[in-house]
C-alpha cells in the first residue's frame, strides 16, 4: 500500500472510526490505544484495497429470545454493515456447549444441543431486525468446531498457559472461594479464539467482558499467520434491577419480542441511576437527543417518571411501532392508577394563578392540608423519603407541582390535586 493516502480516504477514514468508536468501553486505556491505532490502519488499508473488512458477532443461543441488552453489539454489526463492511453473525451452537464463563461466579450448567438448535432458530430471525438479512454472513461455529480431532484441541491448547485461564479474575474468585474450576470451561476461550481464525476475521464485536477471548483469537490468528483481529468493545447493560448484567437466567431483562405491554412496564420499573444509561445503550435514539435528556435530568427540568415514560416508549416503538408504544403507554397508565391510586382520595387544591405548575414549600403545604401535625413533622416526612408524588419519592422541601398530580404521604393518605 502506498504511503500516500488520498485526501478523501482519509476523511472517510475518520468518519468511519469515529463512529466506530463511539461508545466503546475498554478495561485499560493502554488496551484502547492500542485498538485504536489498529483500527484506523485496518480502515485505511481496506478502503485503500477496495476490500471491506471482515466483522463478526458470536452469540451463544443458550436461550430462545434475544434481549436490548445482545442489541448494543448489535447495532454495533449494523452499523459496520452501513459503512460496507461484511457483517457476520456467528451462532455458537458449539461454544454455547460449554457456555461462555466471563461474567459468572460459578459454574454454567451445560446445554443439550437440541436445545441450542432450537433457540439458534429463532437467534437469526430476531437479529434481522437490525441487520439487513441480504447482506448478513449467519455461520455456525459447530462447522470448524465439531470438525475438530482431540490431537488438534491438545494442539489449539499449547499456545497458552494455564497461569493465562486461572488468573482471570472469574476463575481467581472463584478458586480462593474454594469452588470448583473444571477443564471444559478452559475450553471456551479457545474456542471462541479458533473462531476468529476460521473466519478470518478483521473485527470482532463484544461486550467488555469478552476481552479475555477476543484476545485469545489475536494470539490463534498470529500463530496462524493472519492480521490479529480488532476488539471493538462496548458497555455491558445493566438488567431492569439496575444491578446485574441484563440476563435471561436472572430475569432482569426486556426482552426484543416480548409483547408491548410486557417492555413497556419493564421499562418503567427501572431504577432511576441506570435511565440514561438504558437510552444510552438500550435504545435507538440519536447521541444528542439522550445527550438532552440527561441534561434535563441533572438540572431538574425533566422528571425521572418522565423520563422513564420516553424510555419505554421508544423501547416498544423500535420493535412494536409508535402506535404499539402508545397503547402500552395508556394501558400501562390506566393499570397503574387502578391499582396504586383509591378511587376516593380527598383533593388539595392549590391556587395556580393560571400557570400549569406551581413550586411549593412541601413542610408548609403537607401541614395546610393536615397530612402532618406540625411543619416539623412534614419536614421530617419529606426528609425520610415518605413523601411521593405521581408514585416519585420527594425528598426536595421545595417542589415542582401540577394539578392533576397524585400526592401520597405514608401508606395511607393520598390526595389529588386540584387548582383552586
Known amino acids: 500500500m502506498s504511503d500516500q493516502i488520498p485526501t478523501?480516504?482519509?476523511?472517510?477514514?475518520?468518519?468511519?472510526?469515529?463512529?466506530?468508536?463511539?461508545?466503546?468501553?475498554?478495561?485499560?486505556?493502554?488496551?484502547?490505544?492500542?485498538?485504536?491505532?489498529?483500527?484506523?490502519?485496518?480502515?485505511?488499508?481496506?478502503?485503500?484495497?477496495?476490500?471491506?473488512?471482515?466483522?463478526?458477532?458470536?452469540?451463544?443461543?443458550t436461550s430462545p429470545d434475544l434481549h436490548i441488552g445482545h442489541?448494543?453489539?448489535?447495532?454495533?454489526?449494523?452499523?459496520?454493515?452501513?459503512?460496507?463492511?461484511?457483517?457476520?453473525?456467528?451462532?455458537?451452537?458449539?461454544?454455547?456447549?460449554?457456555?461462555?464463563?466471563?461474567?459468572?461466579?460459578?459454574?454454567r450448567p451445560m446445554q443439550a444441543a437440541e436445545i441450542l438448535n432450537r433457540n439458534a432458530a429463532t437467534y437469526r430471525e430476531q437479529a434481522y431486525k437490525l441487520l439487513d438479512p441480504e447482506?448478513?454472513?449467519?455461520?455456525?461455529?459447530?462447522?470448524?468446531?465439531?470438525?475438530?480431532?482431540?490431537?488438534?484441541?491438545v494442539h489449539l491448547a499449547s499456545n497458552f498457559t494455564v497461569q493465562q485461564f486461572t488468573g482471570r479474575d472469574t476463575f481467581k474468585n472463584r478458586i480462593d472461594g474454594g469452588q470448583p474450576v473444571y477443564v471444559h470451561e478452559f475450553m471456551y476461550g479457545l474456542m471462541q479464539g479458533y473462531d476468529a481464525v476460521a473466519l478470518k476475521a478483521d473485527i470482532q464485536l463484544g461486550g467488555t467482558d469478552q476481552t479475555f477471548n477476543i484476545m485469545c483469537g489475536r494470539t490463534l490468528?498470529?500463530?496462524?499467520?493472519?492480521?490479529?483481529?480488532?476488539?471493538?468493545?462496548?458497555?455491558?447493560?445493566?438488567?431492569?434491577?439496575?444491578?446485574?448484567?441484563?440476563?435471561?437466567?436472572?430475569?432482569?431483562?426486556?426482552?426484543?419480542?416480548?409483547?408491548?405491554?410486557?417492555?413497556y412496564g419493564k421499562a418503567m420499573s427501572i431504577p432511576d441511576d441506570v435511565i440514561v444509561r438504558f437510552f444510552d445503550y438500550g435504545?435507538?435514539?440519536?447521541?444528542?437527543?439522550?445527550?438532552?435528556?440527561?441534561?434535563?435530568?441533572?438540572?431538574g427540568a425533566l422528571k425521572p417518571m418522565d423520563a422513564k415514560r420516553h424510555l419505554a416508549r421508544a423501547i416498544v416503538s423500535e420493535w412494536h411501532g409508535e402506535e404499539?408504544?402508545?397503547?402500552?403507554?395508556?394501558?400501562?397508565?390506566?393499570?397503574?392508577s387502578q391499582r396504586s391510586v383509591p378511587e376516593d382520595i380527598p383533593e388539595a387544591a392549590i391556587d395556580f394563578a393560571g400557570a400549569d405548575q406551581l413550586e411549593v414549600s412541601l413542610p408548609?403545604?403537607?401541614?395546610?392540608?393536615?397530612?402532618?401535625?406540625?411543619?416539623?413533622?412534614?419536614?421530617?416526612?419529606?426528609?425520610?423519603?415518605?413523601?411521593?408524588?405521581?408514585?416519585?419519592?420527594v425528598k426536595?422541601?421545595?417542589?415542582?407541582?401540577r394539578s392533576g398530580a397524585v400526592l401520597r404521604v405514608g401508606r395511607r393518605k393520598w390526595y389529588r390535586i386540584v387548582a383552586s
Not at 485498538?35 to 471482515?54: A, G, I, N, V
Not at 447482506?135 to 484441541?153: A, I, K, P
Not at 404499539?324 to 393499570?335: H, L, Q, S
Request: charge should be negative.
Open 8 to 61: 478523501e480516504i482519509a476523511a472517510e477514514v475518520e468518519r468511519q472510526h469515529a463512529l466506530i468508536m463511539r461508545g466503546t468501553a475498554y478495561g485499560d486505556e493502554g488496551t484502547r490505544r492500542v485498538m485504536d491505532r489498529e483500527l484506523r490502519q485496518r480502515l485505511t488499508e481496506s478502503l485503500m484495497e477496495k476490500r471491506p473488512l471482515r466483522v463478526y458477532l458470536g452469540v451463544d443461543p
Open 71 to 107: 442489541c448494543v453489539t448489535l447495532r454495533k454489526l449494523a452499523l459496520f454493515q452501513q459503512l460496507g463492511h461484511q457483517s457476520i453473525l456467528l451462532i455458537g451452537d458449539f461454544t454455547g456447549l460449554v457456555g461462555d464463563p466471563s461474567d459468572k461466579d460459578s459454574l
Open 135 to 153: 447482506r448478513t454472513e449467519v455461520r455456525r461455529n459447530s462447522e470448524w468446531l465439531g470438525e475438530m480431532s482431540f490431537g488438534d484441541v
Open 221 to 263: 490468528q498470529e500463530r496462524q499467520e493472519q492480521h490479529a483481529q480488532i476488539a471493538v468493545l462496548t458497555p455491558i447493560l445493566v438488567g431492569t434491577d439496575g444491578k446485574q448484567r441484563m440476563s435471561k437466567s436472572t430475569g432482569n431483562y426486556i426482552g426484543i419480542d416480548e409483547p408491548a405491554n410486557s417492555q
Open 283 to 299: 435504545t435507538n435514539l440519536a447521541d444528542d437527543e439522550v445527550d438532552q435528556i440527561e441534561a434535563g435530568l441533572k438540572s
Open 324 to 336: 404499539e408504544a402508545i397503547a402500552a403507554e395508556e394501558r400501562w397508565t390506566r393499570t397503574f
Open 364 to 393: 408548609i403545604f403537607l401541614h395546610e392540608i393536615g397530612a402532618a401535625a406540625s411543619r416539623a413533622e412534614a419536614k421530617r416526612l419529606v426528609t425520610q423519603g415518605a413523601v411521593r408524588i405521581d408514585d416519585e419519592v
Open 396 to 401: 426536595e422541601q421545595a417542589v415542582e407541582i
